[in-house]
């Protein structure tokens, strides 16, 4: 016969996790850039040979391969500074921006967030954090491993899908 918990002990407890976004997430990133500017340059040859000749298509082409490092190099430096600092206080997940002691000292804005799983592979997560309530703001989207976070994984995994048949203004 199984016991039931009371329900303050089946409540996720409250974490703080730093997210920093990993080496291999940002070469991905980097990559889709470069995909995305080579896909593009393609398409102004193709246009440029057919309207203007050959030699627009070359320039075309050669105009590509000299953005290419800069594109690149733009995107990995994007990239890298992006930490964040993702909250669950027992009834709600928030999100700020940068470490914990750079956010305290620049009182950086806690904003309230639905958090949607968008991947789950075990060992790794895919986050997507939503302002809540409608509030106006872009999804950032937030890769965590269980290396990263070794610690605070069972308890980040309890706090997700414990809060998942909540109302997203309660989750």
């Given at each position: 016969?199984s016991?039931?918990?009371?329900?303050?002990?089946?409540?996720?407890?409250?974490?703080?996790?730093e997210?920093?976004?990993?080496?291999?997430?940002?070469?991905c990133f980097?990559?889709?850039w470069?995909?995305?500017?080579?896909?593009?340059?393609?398409?102004?040859?193709?246009?440029a040979a057919?309207?203007l000749?050959?030699?627009?298509?070359?320039?075309?082409?050669?105009?590509?391969?000299?953005?290419?490092?800069?594109?690149?190099?733009?995107?990995?430096?994007?990239r890298?500074?992006?930490?964040?600092?993702l909250l669950?206080?027992?009834q709600?997940?928030?999100?700020?921006?940068?470490d914990?002691?750079?956010?305290?000292?620049?009182d950086?804005?806690?904003?309230a967030?639905?958090?949607?799983v968008?991947l789950?592979?075990g060992?790794?997560?895919?986050l997507?954090?939503?302002p809540?309530?409608?509030a106006?703001g872009?999804?950032?989207?937030?890769?965590?491993?269980?290396?990263?976070?070794?610690?605070?994984?069972r308890?980040?995994?309890w706090?997700?899908?414990?809060?998942?048949?909540?109302?997203?203004?309660?989750?």
């Amino acid at each position: 016969m199984s016991r039931r918990l009371p329900k303050r002990q089946r409540e996720a407890p409250a974490l703080q996790l730093e997210v920093r976004v990993p080496f291999s997430w940002r070469l991905c990133f980097v990559l889709l850039w470069a995909l995305a500017l080579c896909s593009a340059g393609a398409a102004a040859s193709a246009q440029a040979a057919d309207k203007l000749g050959p030699g627009a298509s070359t320039a075309c082409q050669l105009m590509t391969l000299l953005l290419l490092p800069l594109v690149c190099w733009l995107a990995w430096r994007h990239r890298a500074r992006e930490v964040w600092q993702l909250l669950w206080d027992g009834q709600q997940w928030a999100l700020r921006a940068g470490d914990a002691r750079g956010a305290a000292l620049q009182d950086a804005v806690l904003q309230a967030v639905t958090i949607q799983v968008s991947l789950d592979f075990g060992d790794f997560l895919l986050l997507g954090c939503r302002p809540a309530g409608g509030a106006r703001g872009a999804t950032v989207y937030l890769p965590l491993s269980k290396a990263q976070h070794p610690g605070l994984w069972r308890p980040l995994r309890w706090a997700l899908f414990s809060a998942r048949g909540l109302r997203p203004d309660a989750a």
